[in-house]
């Protein structure tokens, strides 16, 4: 059971450039998030996912599109990085009910937009 | 506006001390609260929730206290031991449109003295 994996763990991009950032979770959770976060903020968020084939937006949804075509996978897209976008990305899940309410957090992505 | 405030970026404490980190809220419409830690190079682990209808909840050394009417939570930290020393968030979460969303605060970085 290895929880929510996030890939890159790094990367380095260019501005203009684009990627996409890689979220599983192998818990069978409904809801996925991204949250950025930056120097002396919080945990903002994206966008997020009820479940299979479902999107949202969050607190800072502009540059970023997302995709969750499986349940297990929560896609998250830089079409065209701006440094502004230099940040480290976490990817969530949480079960549908629970008794205690958490979510799960990956291990992170560092970007950073040259 | 900041609805969760953690005013505190860093404390230190002595091993076995007891450690202290508050948190301030600003909507009573948050259902849950819950602290995470958080190791550098890692994503924020679940330590503990309170469900905003109770005062307290205890885990090991670990006890959160809600105020409800001064909006304000704290976590509790008996004994402090070294391997505590990480940044603590303190997170709110609500529920609308059937989705669970979370606040978080900025963090605050506990260092315990050996």
């Known amino acids: 059971n290895a929880g929510v994996t996030q890939t890159p763990k790094f990367r380095v991009l260019k501005t203009g450039q684009s990627m996409t950032l890689l979220c599983a979770q192998d818990m069978n959770h409904e809801y996925m998030y991204w949250y950025r976060q930056d120097p002396g903020m919080g945990l903002r968020l994206i966008h997020y996912s009820v479940g299979e084939g479902t999107t949202a937006k969050g607190e800072v949804p502009d540059g970023y599109n997302v995709s969750r075509l499986k349940k297990q996978n929560f896609l998250l897209g830089l079409e065209s990085a701006a440094p502004s976008q230099t940040s480290v990305y976490f990817c969530?899940?949480?079960?549908?009910?629970?008794?205690?309410?958490?979510?799960?957090f990956g291990p992170g992505t560092r970007l950073t937009v040259l | 506006d900041q609805q969760v405030k953690q005013n505190s970026p860093s404390l230190s404490v002595q091993e076995g001390r007891i450690s202290i980190l508050n948190c301030d809220y600003t909507?009573?419409?948050?259902?849950?609260f819950l602290w995470y830690k958080k190791y550098p190079a890692e994503g924020p682990t679940f330590l503990i929730s309170i469900s905003s209808i109770k005062d307290k909840n205890e885990d090991g050394r670990f006890t959160v206290f809600l105020n409800k009417s001064a909006k304000h939570l704290s976590l509790h930290i008996v004994p402090s031991q070294p391997g505590d020393s990480a940044v603590y968030f303190c997170a709110a979460s609500f529920t609308t449109s059937g989705t669970y969303k979370y606040i978080f605060g900025t963090g605050t970085r506990l260092k315990v003295l050996a």
């Open positions: 969530a899940s949480r079960e549908a009910g629970g008794s205690y309410n958490e979510q799960f």
């Open positions: 909507n009573s419409m948050f259902d849950y």
